[in-house]
């Protein structure tokens, strides 16, 4: 089963806005190596890795909230190695 199948196919420029909207997220510019990427991606999913953040005891509300972070860095993560062609 592929990824977006079902969805219909992005406008014109919408996809490099979402290529772009992806390494926002994780912190890094365009132009940066995959050494570089994925050293942000560590360091983004660390920060908000729920179980690091239960053992804080702080409220459910914060360990969704980082929870959805998680997954959003995933994806950012995930089409970046995409694009780019690496593992």
């Known amino acids: ?4 199948a079902g969805r219909p196919a992005a406008a014109p420029g919408e996809a490099g806005d979402r290529l772009k ?3 926002d997220i994780l ?9 570089v990427i994925k050293k942000y991606y ?15 005891n702080l409220p459910e509300e914060l360990i969704i909230l980082a929870k959805e972070q998680v997954i959003r860095v995933n994806l950012a993560y995930e089409k970046i190695k995409e694009v780019r062609g690496f593992k």
């Open 21 to 23: 909207e992806c390494f």
């Open 27 to 35: 912190g890094v510019c365009p132009t940066a190596k995959h050494e």
């Open 1 to 4: 089963h592929r990824r977006g």
């Open 42 to 56: 560590r360091k983004k999913i660390s920060s908000f890795h729920p179980d690091l953040l239960e053992s804080k």
